[in-house]
């Protein structure tokens, strides 16, 4: 297989999100391409995945710099996936920040399994108040 190529906040275009959303199992609102295009636009770090020019893996999150990292998505397509790219996206991330910064997350339920294996510490100390929509 070719290698995969990894770009940092590349412009994405929000279908091509979309896609790798859907194809990834990962739940957002990929009917609403707008929505994509406003989440993508107010992160301050996105990593990208390809493979022969096609968006196949994305990372997004929201930082300081300097104390705290949230990675809001994950979503590697399902055809490229245990092939190390969702852990080679999450070291990018952790490169960009730093050691002083943690770096935190919340997990579909069908994750949970997955983030241990690439060094996430299950929490107990967190609290939401869920969107609507």
Not at 30 to 48: G, H
Not at 83 to 103: D, K, Y
Not at 121 to 129: A, K, L, P, T
């Amino acid at each position: 297989m070719t290698a995969i190529e990894y770009r940092k906040n590349f412009p994405l275009a929000s279908a091509e999100v979309a896609a790798v959303f859907d194809a990834s199992g990962i739940r957002r609102p990929t009917n609403d391409l707008e929505r994509i295009a406003r989440m993508f636009a107010n992160a301050n770090l996105v990593f990208s995945a390809w493979h022969e020019g096609r968006l196949v893996g994305v990372c997004r999150a929201l930082t300081d710099f300097s104390y705290c990292c949230y990675l809001s998505d994950l979503a590697v397509d399902k055809a490229f996936q245990t092939q190390g790219i969702g852990s080679e996206l999450i070291a990018q991330v952790r490169a960009a920040i730093g050691e002083e910064v943690a770096l935190i997350l919340l997990s579909a339920p069908e994750a949970m399994a997955y983030y241990p294996k690439v060094g996430f510490e299950r929490i107990e100390n967190g609290f939401i108040i869920k969107r609507v929509g």
